[in-house]
C-alpha cells in the first residue's frame, strides 16, 4: 500500500511573490520566471511486513525535506519543509527535478527508516505554472533487526551484546532489552554488513563474527541467535565455539519492501564447506518430537509432524514447525484460518499476499504467495493427495519481530469421503 500527499494547485498563486524559504544560489533576477505547483509525495512500501513507523494511516511527511535542483547543477536552487513548503514556487525558466527524502540520512540511526524519491524533469515556462506528478519515495537505507532467542537467553550473562557495523562507519550495538529497529544508510552499490555477538554464554565468554555480502538497500535483515546442545561445532556461517555442551547458532532472514521473505542460504562470507546459511538441524527443546511420522489412517483423515493437536508452541521451541495430513481417501479441501489481535493480523498477512483465511486448493488468489514464499503446496498439489506435508518455519521470524504476540492456526481438512478434521495448534512469541 502507497499513501500519496497532494497539495491543491494554487491557480491564482501567478501574482504572489516568491516565497522560497532558502534560496542557495543566486539567480538572475532579471530573467523571466515560472511556476512549479508544490508536487506530492507517493511513500511507497512502507514497512509493508513489519509495523516498526508509523501506520499507513497516520504517516507523516510535513518534516520531509523538498530540493529543487536547475539540469546541471549539484547544488539546489531552492529548499523546503514540505510541510511549510507554499503551494506554488517561482523558479527561473529552465529544465529542473525535484528531489524529495525524509531527513538527512546518518551513517547508522535507531527508528528511523530513509525514503528518498526523484521527480521527472520538468521544464519551467514563463508565466505558467508547471504541475509535476507526485514523487515517489521509497525505503532506501539497511534495517536490521537482531532477536536473541529464548533458548539463548537462558544461559547467557548480562554482557551480551550484538555490534553491527556497516560499511564500516555506521555502527549500533543491540542489547538483549533492546526493542528498536536499527537503520543504516546504504551506499549505492556498496552495502557491507558484519555482525559480532560478544558476552557470557553457559559461564564462559565467547565472540562470533559473521560478514554478509549481497546486502542492499530496501532490505530488512533479521539477525537470529539461539542456543543448543549437543550439536557437533559447525563451520561458519552458524559460528560459535562449543561451551560446555551449548552451541550459539546464528541464522537470518531478509524482508524485503515488497513483502518477500528470503531465507539467508547463500551470502554469508563463509570458507567452510557446508552451504552458506545452511544450519544443521536443530533439536526441539519443547514437547514436541522433530522425527514423528504420520500415523497410518484408517478409511479416515490423521495429522503427523512435529505440530500436535491443540498444543501451544514458543517461536524458538523448534527448529521445525511442520504439518503432516494423511487421508486415504484423497484429500477435497484444506482451509487455513490463522487467528491473531496482535501479531499476524490481516494487515500484516496483506503484506505478504495472504489473508486470515484461505483455501490450499481454492483461493488460487493467494497461491503465488503460498507456493513462494511460503512452500506450500496449492492447487493440484492438494486436491486428492493422501498425504500433504505443510511448514510454516518461516513464518517464525514475522512472528519473532512482531513482538510479544499470539497467532493460533486452525487448519480444516476435508477428503473426498466427505470426511472433515480440525487440527488447531497456537504459536507464541514470549
Sequence with gaps: MKLTYQAALLTAALSLGACSSEQLFDGDSSAATGRVAKPGVEVSNVETVVKQAPSRATYDVSNYIVDFYAAGQDVPYASYSYGEMPGTVELPVGSYTASIRSHNVQKAEWDKPYFVGTSEPFAIAADDITEVAPVKCVFSSLKVTVVFAESLRRVMGDDVQVTIVANDEGRLVYTPSETRAGYFEALDGSVTLAATFEGTVNGRHEVINNAFASVSKGQHRIITYEASSALPVPSEPAGGVGTEGIQIDMSYVDVDIDGNVTPGDEDVIDDGEEEPGKLPNIPGDGDGDDDKDPEPGQGG??????????????????????????????????????????????????????????????????????????????????????????????????????????????????????????????????
Excluded at 329 to 349: C, F, M, R
Excluded at 369 to 375: A, P
Design 301 to 430: 483423515i490423521t495429522f503427523g509432524g512435529t505440530l500436535e493437536n491443540g498444543k501451544s508452541y514458543t517461536t524458538t521451541q523448534l527448529s521445525d514447525y511442520s504439518v503432516v495430513i494423511n487421508a486415504e481417501k484423497g484429500i477435497a479441501d484444506v482451509l487455513v484460518q490463522i487467528i491473531s489481535t496482535d501479531g499476524l493480523t490481516p494487515d500484516e498477512l496483506e503484506g505478504v499476499g495472504l489473508t486470515d483465511k484461505f483455501s490450499l486448493v481454492t483461493d488460487e488468489q493467494y497461491f503465488e504467495s503460498l507456493s513462494e514464499t511460503l512452500g506450500f503446496p496449492v492447487g493440484d498439489q492438494v486436491k486428492d493427495a493422501t498425504t500433504l506435508s505443510l511448514n510454516i518455519t518461516e513464518f517464525m521470524p514475522l512472528l519473532q519481530v512482531l513482538g510479544p504476540n499470539t497467532a493460533k492456526f486452525v487448519m480444516t481438512v476435508t477428503d473426498n469421503g466427505g470426511t472433515t478434521e480440525v487440527l488447531e495448534f497456537t504459536i507464541v512469541n514470549p
